[in-house]
Structure formats: C-alpha cells, structure tokens
C-alpha cells in the first residue's frame, strides 16, 4: 500500500517535472517481455523510462541497479526492493566464481521484463561510451525476449550530476524498433549494432 | 463577474460553438478518411474550448487567479524555451535563478503593485546577475550567445508575458475595478487575429508573406486578419476605457506586433530545427506557439495604457 503510494507519487513527480514525453517510434506499448536498454546520464534514467511506461506494463517491468549503491541506507534500500522492485546486481564481483548476470536471467525466467543501462555507469559526456557485454550475454541465452532501445533525452540537463535541485526542463523519450539477435554475428559486432541503433534514436544536435 | 464580463464570455462561447459546429460539418462533408487540415482545425477548435474554460475559471478567482494563471504560462513558456535552447552544465545557476527566483519574484512583485521594480527586475538586475552566475562556471564556451539565450527566455516568456497580469495595476480613472475586462480584451483581440490570419489565409491565401520563417503565412491572411480583428477589436470599446476610435487604433497596434511576434519566434524555431516549441496543447503546438503573438503586443500595449489613460 504504502509502496504503491509512493510509485505513484515518483512516477507522477517525474512525470510533472519533466513533462516526460514518450515517442514510441519503432515499437507500441504492449504487454510482451522486453528488455529496455537505455543511454544512462543521470540516477533518474530509470525512474523516467519506467514512469513513461503505460501502468499495465510498469508492473511487470523492473529496472537493473548496481547493489553497491542502493543497498547502503535505509531509505533506499525502501525504494528500489519494495518501490521499483528493481533487479540488484553485484558490480563489484565480489565472489569470482557468481555470475553476476543471474539475478536478471532469473528475472527474465519469471516473465519479468528489465531496464538495463549497458554503459555500466552514468556518462556525462554526449554519446555514448562502449557497451558491457552484459546484453550481449542476455540476448543469446534469452532469445525470446524483445531487446529495445531507448534514447532518454535532456535528463542529464534536469539532473546535472552533484545539484541537488532539479531543473524543469522537458525529456523525450524515444522508443526505437526491436534488435535482433544474430546467430553468427560475435559479441563485439552485436554491441556495435545495439550501441548504434540507440544513438540513431538521438536528436541530432544543431 | 460583472454584467459586460458576462456578454463576452458568452459572445465567445457561442463563436466556439459556431466554429464547432462548422469544424464538424466540415469533417462530415470530408467522408471518413483522415484529411489533416480539418482535423488540425478540429484539434484547434477543442483545444480553444479548453484555454477558454481556464481563462474564465482564471477570471472567477479575480486578480489573484488571473496572477496566478500567468504565472503558470509564463513557467510552460519558459521551459520549452529553455528546453530548445543549447545550454550547458554550467549555466546550472542561471537556469535556477530564472526558474526558482525570477519567475516568481516577477509575479510576486506584480501581486504586490510594485511597479517600479517590476518594470526593470529583468531587464536591469537579472541582466547583470544571469551571466555573473554564468560566469562563475569558468566555462567560456559560446559565453555570450549562452548569457544571451536565458536572458533572452525570461525577458519573452516572463517579462513579456507578465505584462498582462501587470495590466491589473494600472489605475485608470473612471475604470475602477474592470481591469480583468482590459485582459480579455487583448487577449481576445490577439488570438482572434492571430485566428482570422489562418482562416483568411486558408481560404484566399496564395502570395506567401516569409516563406524563410513561416511557410504557411500569406499576404491575404495577413492583411485580411489584421483588418478583421482591428476592427473586432474596435467594436469592443466598450469593453475598455477607449473611444472607439482610440480602441481601433490600440487594437490595430496589438495585431501587427503579434504577427511580428510570430515572425520571430518562427525564426527561432526554424533555426533551432523544429517546427513548433511544445506538444501541451493539442492542434497548436506548445505554449509559446500560441503565445508569440501576445508575448510581443502586450508589453508595448501596457506602457501605451499605462502612459495615455492612467
């Protein structure tokens, strides 16, 4: 109850704040399981994307973030298990021999659809950097599921890394055509093609 | 609401039932296949019925609704305006000085009646203050064309803009009390140019007027607008503290700055690559797509009253 009521309150905020426009350009809004990957630039990347999601979908759609981060205080440790029932994951490795992939492989086995920002770490730069292998990974074991991309823009002006207030700009959020896994393509040349199909969702700076 | 307040919303509520009736039969005629000037027209026309409704709740709550309904404009103006407008990580401070300080210090200081800091806050003190705060990024990047750009936005989309809600200061003798009526009677007269260029401009538009800024504005719709809402404008003087000759006048005054508002706010459009500034109002475009023509008319409308009648 009381987590619901506060999904409703972020997702409104963010939605308030931001003026979060959705363009689904190559892909609707439907109920099939997905993987959403997304440009990361600021810590409200996921809490847009999934606000942005029609409420059907947000249920069943749990955003990927890094353990290390969320599980220090109480209050976030509130929001992301019990709010975003996100997907944690061990960046750090802390055992060499877990797969750190297996929380979201387990997820996706349960039917779940995920959030995923395959830079690995907030860029504040334009572009984007290079790709973890961790999509690649998901994709050839888990074929079934819809790999697609989403270009976030402007958040990073609402939420310039170190301010602590955000300013209230509007974001687009452009959902682009489903990626397919290829076979004999390799890990590198997989990457490449994802990496370039979420840039192609970019607006073109003038 | 008083009695002349009354007969206008009432006189524009049946013009919006005409013009629905008339965008419906429109359609109708169209048969069922989607045909993209009516249906525009038809998103248009739905969209006005709305901006009436809030205005005229606006005005039930007198001048602090009014005050406040600007303020809320004036804040969807200045976010698309800025949204479009390249700036970067260290214009942070200026950014939140014009969203959180600014803007609403203007409207505070029009709540207030105090004329003379309202009139040169902007222009003056956030002149200065925006590229100290700029400054202090240590970035030089684009410098002045960036300290331009957010001085630029608040002076459009907030010290323009609270030129309309500024109107309700004004004393002008033998007026007491109806200066809400002096609003409705720019606004209307603005928007109704602005709607009578398109109409006109539709149905004998053919010689195009800056085909660089604004591919769809035509001579005839020009000229045919401006005429009819000079004159629209002129039949409401007694609405206004205005003989009808003088309301003739202001009202022909208003018209030919909105459509270089329009002008240059396309302009601005064009060189930022898009075709409108927002998406929040269906059929028009963003706020300050139906905005531009006020933006530039009321400012010079208030210093004209406020200099000749109070």
């Known amino acids: 109850m009381l987590a619901s009521l506060a999904a409703f309150a972020i997702t409104s905020g963010a939605r308030l704040l931001t003026g979060a426009r959705a363009l689904w350009l190559g892909c609707t809004a439907q109920p099939v399981q997905r993987l959403y990957f997304a440009n990361h630039s600021s810590h409200g990347d996921f809490v847009l994307l999934w606000a942005s999601l029609p409420a ?20 976030r440790r509130y929001l992301i298990q019990r709010v975003f029932n996100a997907v944690l994951v061990d960046r750090q490795r802390a055992s060499p021999d877990s797969n750190p992939l297996q929380p979201m492989l387990d997820a996706l086995d349960r039917g779940d659809s995920l959030i995923l920002f395959p830079e690995g770490t907030r860029n504040l730069e334009a572009g ?24 976030i823009a402007n958040l990073n002006r609402v939420m310039p890394k ?21 076979e004999e393509e390799g890990k590198a040349a997989f990457l490449e093609r994802a990496r370039n199909a979420l840039l192609a969702l970019a607006p073109e700076e003038i | 609401m008083e009695r002349n307040s009354l007969w206008l919303f009432a006189g524009i509520g049946a013009l919006l039932l005409l013009a629905t009736l008339v965008g419906r039969l429109l359609k109708r005629r169209s048969g069922a296949a989607p045909n993209p000037v009516i249906d525009n027209l038809n998103a248009r026309i739905n969209a006005w019925w709305v901006m009436v409704l809030v ?30 407008t390249p700036t970067r990580r260290s214009d942070y401070p200026a950014l939140v000085a014009a969203f959180y300080f600014a803007l609403p210090m203007q409207y505070l200081l029009i709540a207030l009646d105090w004329y003379g800091l309202f009139a040169i806050f902007i222009p003056v003190y956030l002149f200065l203050l925006l590229p100290i705060l700029a400054s202090l990024g240590g970035d030089t990047t684009r410098f002045l064309e960036r300290a331009a750009e957010v001085q630029w936005g608040l002076m459009i989309a907030v010290y323009c803009i609270s030129s309309v809600p500024a109107l309700l200061t004004l004393e002008i003798p033998g007026y007491e009390g109806r200066n809400l009526l002096l609003i409705a009677w720019l606004i209307l007269v603005v928007q109704i140019s602005d709607v009578l260029q398109y109409v006109c401009g539709k149905l004998f538009g053919t010689r195009k007027i800056a085909p660089q800024l604004s591919p769809s504005k035509t001579l005839e719709g020009f000229l ?41 706010m396309s302009a601005i459009k064009r060189d ?12 028009h475009g963003g706020m300050l797509d139906r905005l531009d023509s006020v933006c530039f008319a009321a400012p010079v409308f208030f210093h004209f009253v406020r200099y000749w009648w109070a």
Request: glycine content about 12%; charged content about 10%.
């Open chain 1, 56 to 75: 059907e979908l947000r249920r069943s759609t749990r955003p990927v973030a890094g353990a290390d981060y969320w599980l220090t205080g109480s209050v």
């Open chain 1, 162 to 182: 170190g301010r602590a207030l955000p300013l209230p700009l509007l974001c687009t959020l452009s959902f682009g055509a489903p990626l397919a896994y290829l």
């Open chain 2, 55 to 84: 205005i005229g709740s606006a005005f039930l709550f007198g001048n602090i609704g009014v005050i406040l309904l600007f303020y809320c404009v004036s804040f969807y103006a200045l976010r698309e305006f800025m949204t479009l």
């Open chain 1, 128 to 151: 984007l950097l290079p790709f973890k292998s961790g999509l690649y990974h998901l994709a050839r074991t888990r074929p079934g599921v819809e790999l697609i991309p989403v270009w």
């Open chain 2, 224 to 264: 045919g607008g401006v005429a009819l809402a000079s004159l629209i404008g002129a039949l409401l003087y007694w609405i206004t503290p205005f003989a009808f000759w003088q309301a003739a006048l202001l009202a022909l005054l208003v018209n030919l700055l909105g459509f270089a508002g329009g002008l240059v």
């Open chain 2, 272 to 283: 930022r690559g898009v075709k409108d500034w927002g998406h929040m109002i269906e059929g």
